[in-house]
């Protein structure tokens, strides 16, 4: 899909319906004040999911004005224009991100893990994130830690 073979894409998705084979979801979690919490993309059954999704769209206003721009070519190209902006925009470890900043102290390290490999996208909002809230966020995800602080990520951009 990142390169653009959809009609290969397409071929899999088949062959994985006719054997009955299910891609693994995913789903980003963050630990606060001792309770787990999880998160799936578009998940919409947290019961702070009013204020996780107000405060996530206030911060991608932000992040766009300092200049993030999201990356469209990771995402179907079935879908509409304006589909396309919002896909991104509730990933697991975005949701997992946006409740710790609302949920914990200013200045307070954000850990979330993660069980599929963090999209491009993703990483390139973390980023922003982390240096407009002036927070580190580490994620753990399938591949490795990406701690993000002040706007750069550990990994250097190589995941």
């Known amino acids: ?23 693994e979801p995913g ?10 919490h999880k998160f799936t993309a578009n998940d919409t ?7 996780i999704y107000a405060e996530m769209d206030r911060l991608n206003q932000k992040i766009e ?19 396309k902006d919002d896909s ?3 990933h697991s470890e975005r949701l997992a991100i946006v409740y710790g900043i609302i949920s914990t102290p200013c200045g307070t390290p954000l850990f979330i893990t993660k069980n599929l ?5 993703c990483h390139a909002m973390s980023k ?11 994620v753990r995800d399938a591949n490795r830690f990406h701690h993000f602080n002040n706007g750069v990520c550990s990994c250097v951009d190589y995941w």
């Open 1 to 23: 899909a990142a390169a653009g073979r959809w009609d290969v894409v397409a071929e899999i998705r088949e062959l994985m319906r006719k054997r009955d084979l299910k891609k």
């Open 27 to 36: 789903y980003s979690c963050i630990e606060v004040n001792n309770k787990l």
């Open 45 to 51: 059954s947290h019961p702070q999911t009013e204020e």
């Open 65 to 83: 004005d300092v200049g993030y721009l999201p990356d469209r070519n990771l995402i179907q190209h079935d879908v509409g224009e304006e589909k």
């Open 88 to 90: 991104f925009s509730y």
């Open 117 to 121: 490999r963090m999209c491009v996208d």
């Open 128 to 138: 922003f994130i982390s240096k407009i809230v002036g927070r580190v966020i580490v």
